[in-house]
């Protein structure tokens, strides 16, 4: 997405060039549809209608359907959404092999937990995990990482991200008191709006900040 141009006039000076916006926001939308906003939806429906085990047969069902249709297509099956339906396979198997709607729920609980204490662990250290994250994306040169101005930015966008995940698990856990669709209407709708705020937000404001760091230009392909 990223990729970096040499400057001849300026050696220590760096052009980034990014590539266009909007297919990569729709590639993430559909992630988003299809591993987290669908399966919640069937799960729900199935749930106050022919009961929760049905609901993770159609979890099931709908994942063979994604993986299937492109394979189908001859289309290439994007490494993310494999891993993304994998992990709902995963969470699907346990549920149904402990007959336990709760334990489908509660391990994304789990997971969000453990994300807020990498984020803030690592912030906490000055070695935000935002830095490698980053780097999958951004073609940039190592001590540009390094800069101090820089990595303050990787570390407030880790706490960001920590503080979002807490924010999650007390949500999720507190709509587990009202029961399992209250549970599944959490996890489908209100942490998705949360994660889509927090990309949001990372993203406005670390945009803003990184454009004021000397030796760097940011320009749309």
Known sequence: MFRVLSDRAEPEHHVVELDKLKPTLIRAALLLVETAVVPTLLLYACTVTVGSMWGLVAVFGWCALCVGARVTLRQRVPSMLLF????????????????N????????????LCMAVLFLGSAAIGKPVTVPLARDFVALPAHVFSDRRVRRIFINVSLIWGVSRLIDVGMSMGSLHFGVDAGLLSRGLLSTLLTVATVAVCAVWGWRQIQQVPGLTFRFA
């Open 101 to 112: 709607m709760y334990l489908y729920l509660f391990q994304p609980i789990l997971g969000s």
């Open 84 to 99: 993304a339906l994998c992990g709902l396979v995963g969470r699907t198997t346990v549920a149904l092999a402990f007959s």
